[in-house]
C-alpha cells in the first residue's frame, strides 16, 4: 500500500540534544511539508520542498533544519536552538497541483525530557 | 493571499442530530477547498474536496460539504453526528499563485454527546 511513514512515533530529547525525524513516502509525490501542532492547536509550517535538492523555509523554521536528498524522504532534525520543542511533528506529502489535497503521516510526538 | 476561517473553536451536538462545522474562504480566482479530520494522536484524513462541479460534494463517513460562492463558504454537515465523528476539523485552501500550498483554518473541535 502506498502512503507515507514517519518514525519514531514517540521521541524524547534532552535539552541540548538535535534529534532527526524521518519521513518517507512511496506516494510518488514531487512536493513534501513538516508542520508542528501544539496541544489543541491549529497547523504551522516549518518547511516544505517541491523537488529534491530545494526546499524553503514555513513560518517557523527557526530552530529547524532540512534536507531533500531524495525525492522519498524529507527528515526534520530539531536543533538545540529550538527553544521550545516540545510538540506533536506531522509530514505530508502531495502532488503539485491545485487539485491534490495533502497525505499525512500518523505523526511523531517530541518531548522534551 | 488566500485564507479560510473556522469561526467556532468548539461545536458540541447530541448524537443522532445534524451536525454543521463552519468555513469560509478568501481566494483571488476559483478556490480549491478541503476538509480534514484528525483524531487525537493522529495525522490529518481527507475528508472531501471542492474543485468544481456540484456545491454539494459528499465524502468519507457519510460527511459532506456545500460550497457557496456568494457566501465564500464551504460549512461541513452531516445529517445523523455519531460519537466517533468527535475529533479535529480543519477546512483548507489550495494557493493559486507560488507554490500552491494548502493554507490550513485553524481548526474546529466537534463534540458528539451519546
Known amino acids: 500500500d502506498g502512503g507515507i511513514t514517519q518514525s519514531p512515533k514517540y521521541l524524547f530529547r534532552k535539552e541540548g540534544q538535535n534529534v532527526t525525524l524521518s519521513c518517507e513516502q512511496n506516494?510518488?509525490?514531487?512536493?513534501m511539508y513538516w508542520y508542528r501542532q501544539d496541544p489543541g492547536q491549529g497547523l504551522r509550517l516549518i518547511y516544505y520542498?517541491?523537488?529534491?535538492?530545494?526546499?524553503q523555509k514555513g513560518d517557523i523554521a527557526e530552530g529547524y533544519s532540512v534536507s531533500r536528498e531524495k525525492k522519498e524522504s524529507f527528515p526534520l532534525t530539531v536543533t538545540s536552538a529550538q527553544k521550545n520543542p516540545t510538540a506533536f511533528y506531522l509530514c505530508?506529502?502531495?502532488?503539485?497541483?491545485?487539485?491534490?489535497?495533502?497525505?499525512f503521516g500518523s505523526g511523531t510526538r517530541l518531548t522534551v525530557v | 493571499a488566500q485564507s479560510v476561517a473556522q469561526p467556532e473553536d468548539q461545536v458540541n451536538v447530541a448524537e443522532g442530530n445534524p451536525l454543521t462545522v463552519k468555513c469560509t474562504y478568501s481566494?483571488?480566482?476559483?478556490?480549491?477547498l478541503f476538509w480534514y479530520v484528525q483524531y487525537p494522536n493522529r495525522g490529518l484524513q481527507f475528508l472531501l474536496k471542492?474543485?468544481?462541479?456540484?456545491?454539494l460534494v459528499k465524502g468519507s463517513y457519510g460527511f459532506e460539504a456545500e460550497f457557496n460562492k456568494s457566501q465564500t463558504s464551504f460549512h461541513l454537515k452531516k445529517p445523523s453526528a455519531l460519537v466517533s465523528d468527535s475529533a479535529l476539523y480543519f477546512c483548507?485552501?489550495?494557493?493559486?499563485?507560488?507554490?500552491?500550498?494548502?493554507?490550513f483554518g485553524t481548526g474546529t473541535r466537534l463534540l458528539v454527546s451519546p
Open positions: 520542498s517541491q523537488i529534491v535538492n530545494d526546499f
Open positions: 505530508a506529502s502531495s502532488r503539485t497541483g491545485t487539485a491534490y489535497g495533502y497525505t
Open positions: 481566494v483571488s480566482g476559483n478556490p480549491y
Open positions: 471542492y474543485i468544481t462541479g456540484d456545491n
Open positions: 483548507a485552501v489550495r494557493e493559486n499563485t507560488g507554490f500552491q500550498k494548502l493554507v
Open positions: 506516494l510518488n509525490h514531487d512536493a
